[in-house]
């Protein structure tokens, strides 16, 4: 078993370096992705909360490439699926082939064990084969004929999809979303930034080879498992945890919304705003911490009313009246 405190790549997983690196991985890969920050953040929190992203925006502004950058710059073991209206459930989980030598059945892994599993325009295949990630994601295994088999640690599920409202797409179940830790849409590129990503490709930036474009392992796995220990060791008041149960209570009764957020999602956002506050360099979490990770931890686990979106009213409007609402404790 490796020391836990090196790795044969020189990586330290000291709990004194172990924020250096992370803060590390945001800048390796900034230099692939232009622009992105809040994508790019969401990614790393998702890691040190053992949770999965779901990245949602409009072709071509480089969601795949973003969690490309994110595999490049970790020294994971990744995959990638790119879902298609007849991709099966077998071809993401593994299946039973049949050994004409042996005469026996053995199974062949799936694509899903993996530490990083890009699923890539995951809303273009129909829900039965969508579902097919709901144990993986849960419970970090796969069950085929009876069998559970466990899925390699770290695992991280990074899924991109375009609006629901794009031609040939598939609402993801209400049951996977929630399983998703944070949403993050991907915006268009401000202008400024879009003359840096023209102004790269025009200096000859391939983004199919990130490592002639200068990413490089700059994590390990004993480096993330440094940070997760650190934070697990984030202090947070019961002030702040009544006020994450407050915030998400208040999305069920809200007039706007027929979904509001489950207990899992409260556990979600403390969990979001604990990263978050280590990374930012606190031992403690604040109520801005919460604040900060609300829109991306919730936004995908409530639903509006069909009469208030005909009202063009959004979920991100709804959520931060929720926290303008709601006391915030001293």
């Known amino acids: 078993m490796m020391d836990p405190t090196t790795d044969n790549a020189g990586h330290t997983g000291v709990p004194g370096n172990a924020r250096a690196s992370l803060e590390a991985l945001r800048a390796e890969i900034a230099k692939a992705v232009v622009g992105q920050d809040a994508a790019v953040t969401g990614l790393v929190v998702a890691l040190l909360c053992r949770g999965h992203v779901l990245l949602e925006g409009v072709p071509g502004v480089a969601k795949t ?93 990074a899924a991109t999809q375009n609006p629901v409202e794009y ?100 556990t979600a956002l403390l969990s979001t705003a604990r990263a978050w506050a280590w990374l930012t360099g606190r031992d403690y979490v604040t109520p801005d911490d919460v604040k900060a990770l609300a829109l991306p931890t919730l936004r995908h686990r409530v639903q509006l009313r069909p009469e208030a979106e005909m009202e063009g009213v959004t979920t991100d409007s709804v959520i931060n009246a929720i926290l303008a609402h709601v006391p915030v404790p001293r």
């Open 167 to 266: 031609e040939g797409t598939y609402p993801l179940p209400e049951a996977q979303l929630d399983r998703f830790l944070l949403k993050l849409t991907v915006p268009l590129p401000s202008r400024e930034d879009e003359i840096d990503v023209l102004t790269r490709h025009a200096a000859g930036f391939n983004p199919r080879d990130l490592r002639a474009a200068g990413v490089r392992p700059v994590a390990s796995a004993a480096d993330l498992e440094a940070a997760r220990a650190e934070v697990a060791k984030t202090t947070v008041s019961p002030e702040i945890t009544a006020y994450v149960v407050d915030i998400c209570r208040s999305t069920r009764e809200s007039p706007s919304l027929t979904l509001g957020v489950s207990p899992r999602g409260a």
């Open 65 to 157: 490439l973003l969690v490309r950058a994110l595999a490049a710059a970790v020294e994971l073991d990744t995959k990638r699926v790119q879902f298609t209206p007849d991709l099966m459930p077998s071809d993401v989980t593994g299946s039973l082939v049949y050994d004409t030598r042996s005469a026996e059945f053995s199974f062949q892994p799936g694509p899903v064990f993996t530490n990083l599993l890009l699923a890539d325009e995951i809303n273009r295949t129909p829900p039965k084969t969508q579902s097919s990630l709901l144990e993986a994601m849960e419970e970090r295994q796969v069950t085929v004929d009876g069998t559970p088999r466990p899925l390699p640690e770290p695992f991280l599920v």
